[in-house]
């Protein structure tokens, strides 16, 4: 088992930067990779990125590409995403989550976190 907590949503305004944190214990963490996703207001969850588990191989969403930035620390056990450049689009609830494969599809990870929100408005 692994447990995953999100942190660093926030309220934001456009072309501003926020960087979210995800922190994990229980089973070795380095044996996972790791994607954020999120959900928007009213709409399914989506992919924004993913990286492996030695942090050698990233995939981004098209829409976040250039804006967003993933990485880990597996000394600390965490996962960062550092986002840059923000708009109201990217106004969800942003979660965390483990696998075994680099991927931007939900069916390939197993653990989850709670979320954290970020609202980009002016």
């Known amino acids: 088992q692994v447990q995953l907590v999100e942190s660093g949503g926030g309220l934001v305004q456009p072309g501003g930067s926020l960087r979210l944190s995800c922190a994990a214990s229980?089973?070795?963490?380095?044996?996972?990779?790791v994607g954020w996703f999120r959900q928007p207001p009213g709409k399914r969850r989506e992919g924004v990125t993913s990286?492996?588990?030695?942090?050698?191989?990233?995939v981004y969403a098209d829409s976040v590409k250039g804006r967003f930035t993933i990485s880990r620390d597996n000394a600390k056990n965490t996962v960062y995403l550092q986002m840059n450049n923000l708009k109201p689009v990217d106004t969800a609830l942003y979660y965390c989550?483990?696998?075994?494969?680099?991927?931007?599809?939900?069916?390939?990870?197993?653990?989850w976190g709670r979320g954290t929100q970020v609202t980009v408005s002016s």
């Open positions: 989550a483990a696998g075994d494969y680099i991927s931007l599809e939900e069916k390939h990870y197993d653990y």
């Open positions: 229980g089973r070795p963490f380095d044996e996972y990779a």
């Open positions: 990286i492996d588990s030695t942090g050698g191989r990233i």
